[in-house]
């Protein structure tokens, strides 16, 4: 492979031979495109943390955790009920693994 500074590539790489590695990347890739998701939607939406808490019924510091990359612990119902408050849907696709893209 030739030389790169692209990101992904040598994440790609380094995990490639290793599938829990593998594993653990994608795991903390999902975490973090969710949070962004709920950033967004939340900052688009124009509120702040404490009032799409309001909106769901919970407190400020979920929010926060929600929207933190590192956190783990997202639940399907939480997501929907962000959504219903912020006039959005859920939608979860499973697509095939692309085994070859790591070859």
């Keep these: 492979m030739a030389k790169t500074s ?3 590539k040598i ?9 829990e ?6 795991e903390a890739s999902i975490n973090a495109e969710v949070a962004q998701l709920i950033y967004e939607a939340r900052t688009k939406a124009g509120l702040t943390q404490k009032q ?3 909106l769901v019924g919970t407190r400020q510091p979920v929010i926060a955790r929600l929207e933190d ?10 997501l929907q009920k962000i959504a219903r408050a912020l006039n959005q849907n ?3 696709h ?3 693994i692309d085994h070859s893209q790591s070859a």
Excluded: F, Q
């Design 21 to 26: 590695l593998e594993a653990m990347v994608a």
């Design 6 to 8: 692209n990101a992904i």
């Design 52 to 54: 799409l808490a309001d």
């Design 11 to 19: 994440i790609d790489k380094m995990t490639s031979n290793d599938p």
């Design 90 to 92: 859920v939608v979860i």
């Design 69 to 78: 990359a590192d956190y783990e612990g997202h639940s399907l119902s939480m």
């Design 94 to 96: 499973l697509t095939p």
